[in-house]
């Protein structure tokens, strides 16, 4: 009757943590993400476990910061220049328009709409400012918690799992130690793997855009980063934007920018190359990186395109750790 008094409290006080904590899931899954990804280069540190997770927590964070924070301010730059240039902003789309072919009736057509769309566009802005304003704090709330969480979760990881083992029974304790170190290597592969991929993505990315004469190139570049690191559904964020930049000086340069980027730098890495590689580094099927990415974004947005993941490498682990010994007890 003890236990069973004991265990309803417990669950109870966990629903309410895990209702309270809701708001800041964003920042606490991405801290653990950063933690896996962070954990290869503390292992490798030997400064003492604080300043070694300190270091390593600086050193995953601080580029991602950087472009994620400067790409902002550079786009929010833009949409001023477009909002207060509106004789170059028309004069562009018309001559855009013109290569492209369309006749000049709709061309004067779509010159007419612009103050109008401008116009909309700054009501728009003007009205969701608050609710900008509200979803920009709650982001940067959930990055600085995430690096918080990075952190201790580099520190005292092995700790924690350590206590979570002596509340195991002893005589199971060896086979749970086994499954704890598959899953933390099994993690460790996946997002560290992940981390790989994106930097192989925004390398991989300069001679692209070298090549159609793109400026602010290691921008870019590091924004193609940023995007892989999610995968699937962000990297058009980068390319359909450069597009419309390079559709103002050369409509068909925009599109044979915009069908080599989505073959070579979405389809062939985000549907082919990141679930092999991936899959091969944490031994998960690529068909099930592929759908736990995509189903986890749909269901759970953001958080969701790393629970999706994390929960498909435990249950993998798992399985992994199952069959492993069950094929121990049959050689018996």
């Known amino acids: 009757m003890k236990n069973k008094l004991f265990l309803i409290i417990l669950a109870l006080l966990s629903l309410f943590l895990i209702y309270y904590y809701s708001p800041l899931l964003n920042g606490v899954v991405m801290g653990v993400v950063f933690a896996y990804v962070a954990k290869p280069i503390k292992n490798r540190l030997r400064f003492g476990e604080t300043l070694s997770s300190a270091i390593s927590t600086v050193l995953i964070l601080l580029p991602i910061s950087f472009l994620m924070f400067y790409g902002i301010l550079q786009g929010l730059n833009q949409l001023i220049y477009l909002l207060t240039h509106q004789k170059e902003l028309s004069y562009s789309i018309a001559y ?68 979570m083992l002596s ?38 990315s300069i001679p692209f855009f070298l090549i159609f004469g793109v400026p602010y190139i290691p921008l870019l570049s590091g924004l193609m980063f940023l995007a892989a690191l999610i995968p699937v559904f962000a990297e058009w964020m980068v390319l359909l934007p450069v597009s419309a930049f390079l559709a103002t000086k050369s409509f068909i340069l925009a599109i044979w920018f915009l069908i080599f980027g989505v073959v070579f730098m979405y389809i062939l890495p985000e549907l082919f190359l990141r679930p092999y590689f991936l899959g091969y580094a944490s031994k998960i099927h690529p068909m099930l990186i592929l759908l736990s990415f995509i189903g986890g974004a749909i269901a759970g947005g953001a958080s969701g395109f790393f629970i999706a993941p994390t929960l498909t490498a435990i249950a993998t682990a798992f399985y992994n750790f199952i069959a492993k010994n069950l094929g121990e007890e049959d050689g018996m």
Do not use: H
């Open 96 to 163: 855009t328009l013109r290569e492209a072919g369309l006749p000049e009736k709709y061309v004067a057509y779509v010159i007419s709409a612009i103050p109008s769309v401008e116009s909309y566009a700054k009501q728009y802005i003007k009205f969701s400012a608050l609710n900008l304003t509200v979803k920009a704090t709650m982001f940067f709330m959930n990055f600085l918690i995430s690096a918080v969480v990075c952190f201790y979760a580099l520190r005292d990881g092995e700790r924690f799992a350590d206590s």
């Open 167 to 204: 509340l195991i029974p002893r005589k199971y304790r060896d086979n749970f130690k086994e499954l704890f170190i598959l899953i933390d290597e099994t993690l460790i592969s996946l997002w560290f793997g992940n981390f790989a991929f994106a930097i192989i993505v925004g390398i991989l």
